[in-house]
C-alpha cells in the first residue's frame, strides 16, 4: 500500500445491521407504544417504539421524525424498515406503527422480529459472509 493510499474507515451498514442494532436498543433502554420514544427529561436514550429504535440505530440520536428526518442516513432508516415490514408481511413500513401498537403487543415479540427479520435479510442478500 502506497503512503497516500486511503483505504476505507469503515463497512457499509446494512438493513440487518440496523435492525439488530435496534434490537439491541429495546434491550438496553427499553421499548413502547404510541410515540416513538417515551420523552424523559434530558434523556439521551428514552424508551423508543419499533420505528425509534430503528431510528436510533441510523441516527445515533432522537430525531423528532425519523421517518422523515431530513438527513443523509434516511434511505438507511427506509431500507430497514421495509425490511422488517416485508419481514412481517406487512404493505408499507409505515404500517410498522400499527404493528408496534397493537394492543397485547410486548417488547419480547418487537426485538424478535428484528433480529429475525434481520437473519433473514442476512439469508437474501448475503453470501458466505459476504454481500451477492
Known amino acids: ?65 425519523p421517518f422523515t428526518a431530513n438527513r443523509t442516513e434516511r434511505r438507511d432508516y427506509h431500507a430497514a424498515s421495509r425490511a422488517l415490514a416485508e ?7 409505515t404500517e410498522l406503527f400499527e404493528w408496534n401498537d397493537r394492543p397485547g403487543r410486548t417488547a419480547a415479540e418487537v426485538i424478535h422480529a428484528l433480529n429475525a427479520a434481520a437473519d433473514r435479510w442476512d439469508s437474501l442478500h448475503t453470501q458466505e459472509g459476504g454481500n451477492r
Not at 417504539?49 to 423528532?64: D, E, H, K, L, N
Not at 419481514?87 to 413500513?93: E, G, R
Request: hydrophobic residues 40%.
Open 87 to 93: 419481514f412481517l408481511c406487512l404493505k408499507t413500513s
Open 1 to 65: 500500500m502506497k503512503a497516500t493510499h486511503n483505504p476505507p474507515t469503515a463497512a457499509e451498514v446494512t438493513p440487518a445491521d440496523l435492525l439488530r442494532m435496534a434490537a439491541l436498543y429495546l434491550q438496553r433502554h427499553g421499548w413502547t407504544q404510541g410515540d416513538y420514544y417515551t420523552v424523559v427529561f434530558d434523556a439521551l436514550t428514552p424508551r423508543a417504539c419499533v420505528s425509534g429504535a430503528i431510528g436510533m440505530a441510523t441516527y445515533g440520536t432522537v430525531t423528532c421524525i
